[in-house]
């Protein structure tokens, strides 16, 4: 306990941390509960595709379940008829139905699995696309979470992120896992598992590498493991504590916090430990550095007025600049994507809230209901929020959209879920 206090002193972070702690029993199925739904709901169908009954996993249900998750889209029974190919459509039969999705899947030669589609418009009576996705017969889910990206772009103008991965951390039983998943929670990796903490997994803007923090030594270390290879690198190692690593957008720096003598300052860093440079040197905690989108602000959790609030300091140094005055105590800043807001998690009224803040406007909205909700972290198109929550005092996933309307909570048999980070879009 001794050395968790002086964590919690050296380190603001630490504190939402030891709030969080808990146990729940080994990795298992998830539960999934959505609530909420979008202003305007597009309705949909989606009919099984042929030979989708062939596999152990349905593409049309995990198509049909993440375009649910987003709430933008109202999910119509296809009871109306089972056609695969456009010739058998009768239109007609799809009345109050905007777009209607039908498929067929086929094994390859070489074993690939082919998923054939066809978008269509029942109203106009036409096709939006037709499109083939191919791929090993291991990537069941990754098939069907494209074909969904490709159907969420087509009718909603915005990238799909549902063939993205998260990262978080999971205790269970004093052990500690940094694991990487599907958006949507499935299909568990384990990265990296340690007796001792570990956390602020971050990644890389390429989706290559993975950042965190652990407690191996005396004192918490950051590495960077490459998500192709395994390898793990150590990055920052100096006396006390080394923690809370973030990406600039091009990945040649990290930005992360450096604890000595009772203060927690901003340093950069290049990715190989080289060319170390310090950021903030009042005698203050400053921690929790988050990149601006276009790489020339951070902004950060500091002290410095009493209670830990959200500051901004360009990268070239100068001035710091405070940016949160509501809420009792502000925590985990993430710029949004376009650069032009930023969450939080704030403390109000004994309860953590996921809150957003308009830059120009400094307009502040409470987008969660407030549990322990805590280290939100923006989708890569900028219009959902990861973030950790308590559900019966245990850890688990959760998220919310921007607007606070739609919001889906990922129960995992299995530990504490903490810290999660949303990986960034992959180029297919």
Known sequence: MEFLNKIIKAQLHFFIWILFLGSMPAFAVLNIEITGAGEHQIPISIVPFAGDENFVQSISNIVSADLARSGLFKLVDPNRGSPHEIKDVLYTAWFGVDALTIGSLEILPNGRIAAKFHLLDPVRQTQIIEQTVTGKSSEIRAIAHRI????FEKLTGDAGVFNTQIAYVNRQKGKYQLVIADSDGYDEKIVYSSDALIMSPAWSPDGSHLAFAAFDHDHAVIYVQSMLTNQRAVVANFTESNSAPAWSPNGRQLA???TNDGSSHLYL??????ELQQMTFEDEIDTEPNFSPDGQNIIFVSDRSGKPQIYKVSIDGGNVERLTFEGSSNYSPH???DGK???FSSWMDGKFYVVS???QSKQFQVLTEGEWD???SFAPNGKMILFASEKNRHGILATVSIDGKVKQKIFSQAGDILDPSWGPLIKQ
């Open 148 to 151: 969904a990206d490709i159907i």
């Open 256 to 258: 992360f916090v450096l």
């Open 269 to 274: 860093v290049r990715p190989d430990g080289s």
């Open 335 to 337: 710029y949004s994507p």
């Open 341 to 343: 807001s930023f969450i």
């Open 357 to 359: 803040e308009d830059i």
């Open 374 to 376: 805590e280290n939100p």
